[in-house]
């Protein structure tokens, strides 16, 4: 996705009469990005489209919000990242802790190829703290840069280091204790 797309839909999203034409537009742009953001974090396909679902529908309600200070990509990514956090917090409240969602999804899920390895990371990720392991997915599958890590969660970038070389070490960890 280009810069040109980018200013095209923030133009659409700022005119009343184009706006719904600009955010189908925008869907259609960043629904595969967000998906899997979302999906590395909250790890069940259903949970990651419902996440999706209320992240477009927070984004919709927050145009007026938009002022163009971030790339829109920026904007919704952390929307998406806030919404995932915020899901796994509500299902930690039901008393849901990680060890009740197996990683068993992953196996039988058309989008993981399903090797030994593959799974292996899935279930270290899933041990992870929600803030490490975001971290950790944003860096480690979304090869984004610190400093975009920053904007996104709000945190320091020596914070993030932090995060991150805990993630791989502990993420290190359960490889050599399953070996």
Known sequence: MGDYDEQHIVRLLSETATQRKGFE?????????LYWIIRRIVLV???????????????????????????????????????????????????????????SPFIADEYFDGSEAETM?????????????????????????????SQLLNTSEGALKASYHIAVKKI??????HD
């Open 45 to 103: 396909h259903d949970d990651a489209n419902d996440v999706l679902q209320n992240t477009f529908l927070k984004a919709w309600n927050g145009l007026d919000s938009y002022h163009g200070d971030a790339k829109i990509s920026t904007w919704l990514s952390r929307i998406a990242i806030n919404e995932s956090l915020d899901f796994l917090r509500r299902r930690k409240q039901q008393t849901v802790s990680m060890d009740d969602i197996s990683v």
């Open 25 to 33: 537009l925008l869907v259609r742009c960043y629904s595969e990005q």
């Open 121 to 149: 990371l899935q279930e270290a990720i899933a041990t992870l703290p929600d803030v490490q392991r975001t971290v950790f997915l944003l860096r480690y599958f979304e090869e984004k840069k610190y400093s975009e890590i």
């Open 172 to 177: 290190s960890d359960y490889f050599k204790s």
